[in-house]
Nanobody
């Protein structure tokens, strides 16, 4: 089973940018789709984006659509989340997760039906 480690979080001023990484070990990401999630303090975890490692297709959740991009480097077994024009309310712990890639089965959807592996998260704090 693939293990995931997030990195790249930190303290950034509002309006700034960050690039988060999700690096896999124990298995390649081939056959997986990777989702990014955010959990703000006192709130439930919410989805940010999904990426298919099969064909590179992405899905960005509507509320993030103009401020995030996600990409992957299969050679590095890593998926990235670029956050732009960060707001104070973007503060939270960001997680990546892996699940069976629906695109591999010919599905039109990008996000897995379920996630089988989760990282420990990386903290992003946006100051005003």
């Amino acid at each position: 089973q693939v293990q995931l480690v997030e990195s790249g979080g930190g303290l950034v001023q509002a309006g700034g940018s960050l690039s988060l990484s999700c690096t896999a070990s124990g298995a390649t990401l081939d056959g997986y789709a990777i989702g990014w999630f955010r959990q703000a303090p006192g709130k439930e975890r919410e989805g940010v984006s999904c990426l298919s490692t099969t064909d590179g297709s992405t899905h960005i959740l509507y509320s993030w659509s103009d401020r995030v991009t996600t990409s992957g480097d299969n050679a590095k077994n890593t998926v990235y989340l670029q956050l732009k024009r960060l707001k104070v309310e973007d503060t939270g712990r960001y997680y990546c997760a892996a699940g069976p890639d629906p695109r591999r089965g010919g599905s039109a959807t990008v996000c897995p039906r379920q996630y089988t592996s989760w990282g420990q998260g990386t903290q992003v704090t946006v100051s005003s």
